[in-house]
Nanobody
């Protein structure tokens, strides 16, 4: 059974950093396409980062140069390192495995002074 559990969200000041974790079970993250998707109040979902099985990565223009997606096959976990956070990064962040439409429960990120 595919299961995704996010953690690491919280309240941070503008310019700060957070690292989100997505612990996966039921499959290997090293062989899967994995994505981080966020949804802010009143806005559509936005894919902010994706990593393919071969290691290729994609970032939305809004986070390019500030966010980094990575994975650890030993821990079977996908990470999203978020640096230089801005108030517009405030959203619920979800871990997603697109091929089977699997989602985690989401973790809230709030960027505010």
């Amino acid at each position: 059974q595919v299961r995704l559990v996010e953690s690491g969200g919280g309240l941070v000041q503008p310019g700060g950093s957070l690292r989100l974790s997505c612990e996966a079970s039921g499959f290997s993250v090293g062989a899967a396409i994995m994505a981080w998707i966020r949804q802010a109040p009143g806005k559509q979902r936005e894919m902010v980062a994706r990593i393919r099985g071969n290691g290729d990565t994609y970032y939305a223009d809004s986070v390019k140069g500030r966010f980094t997606i990575s994975r650890d096959s030993t821990d079977n976990t996908v990470y999203l390192q978020m640096d230089n956070l801005k108030p517009e990064d405030t959203a619920v962040y979800y871990c997603n495995r697109p091929s089977v439409n699997a989602w985690g429960q989401g973790t809230q990120v709030t960027v505010s002074s």
